[in-house]
């Protein structure tokens, strides 16, 4: 497992980029952003495995985060992903110490860092901080849910349309650099399915795919094209955090 290197929070009484923290009153931020270190995420890293005990969270400021869930003689799967609208380690958040999936980092960037037994003082003390972790892991379960039943039941090309726009949201980039292997081991398909699927994706001028780079040509056509699970999943965010 890799440590993403780490500098200290700079100024804890302004806004931190994460949504979780910046939703919290301007007290409660300061005390969590003073315990907190911004670390740089790197492509690739594993910030935890499943049944280990978590020794940090992580709330993403401009990296995200997979959660993979994974299956004997079976290539991971992944099943939530964490951006700045969320953190990983949210089952800290009900007083469970180990991981429930493998934690991946998906996109180079930056997060807070706040060490698990700290933030444990920090929930003890505190039932603001209590209640919007709590409804934050609500908004995981509601994407676990939703995630297995996308799997199951939409197109391939109707999940890798979600899965394009819920990675653009995160990268604020139109360009991403996705390999067919890695999309098909995220959508749990053959490389001959992403072939496909992204084939009518670019026929319809919504990407522009070639050697491993995406480049979002139309986002709202995009919206149009993907399972309604990805409107779903904004949607539950905005109204459990209204």
């Not at 992580?58 to 099943?79: A, R, V």
């Not at 039932?127 to 996308?150: G, P, S």
């Not at 990407?207 to 780079?213: A, K, T």
Request: with cysteine; glycine share 6%.
């Amino acid at each position: 497992m890799t440590c993403p290197l780490e500098t200290p929070a700079n100024n804890p009484h302004a806004l931190s980029g994460n949504r979780l923290i910046d939703g919290l009153s301007a007290t409660l931020r300061a005390q969590l952003l003073s315990h907190c270190k911004t670390v740089e995420l790197t492509f690739g890293d594993t910030l935890c495995e499943p049944q280990e005990i978590i020794r940090y969270a992580y709330f993403p400021l401009t990296g995200f985060i997979s959660l993979l869930t994974l299956l004997d003689n079976h290539q991971p799967l992944e099943m939530c992903l964490i951006g700045n609208e969320g953190m990983m380690g949210s089952s800290l958040a009900l007083g469970i110490a180990s991981a429930p999936m493998r934690a991946l980092v998906q996109g180079s960037g930056r997060a807070l860092r706040i060490n698990a037994v700290q933030l444990h003082i920090e929930l003890r003390a505190s039932a603001e901080l209590r209640a919007q972790l709590h409804r934050y892991v609500y908004v995981v379960l509601e994407q676990l849910a939703k995630t297995a039943a996308c799997i199951h039941f939409h197109e391939v090309a109707q999940r890798l349309a979600r899965w394009l726009l819920m990675t653009h949201d995160r990268t604020h980039s139109d360009t991403l650099h996705l390999t067919q292997e890695f999309l098909a081991d995220m959508l749990g398909v053959r490389r001959s399915s992403i072939t496909v699927a992204a084939g009518v994706l670019q026929n319809d001028h919504l990407i522009h795919y070639s050697r491993g780079e995406i480049i979002i040509l139309d986002r709202l056509g995009l919206e149009q094209v993907a399972c309604e699970c990805y409107q779903a999943l904004k949607r539950d965010y905005e109204l459990v955090f209204a």
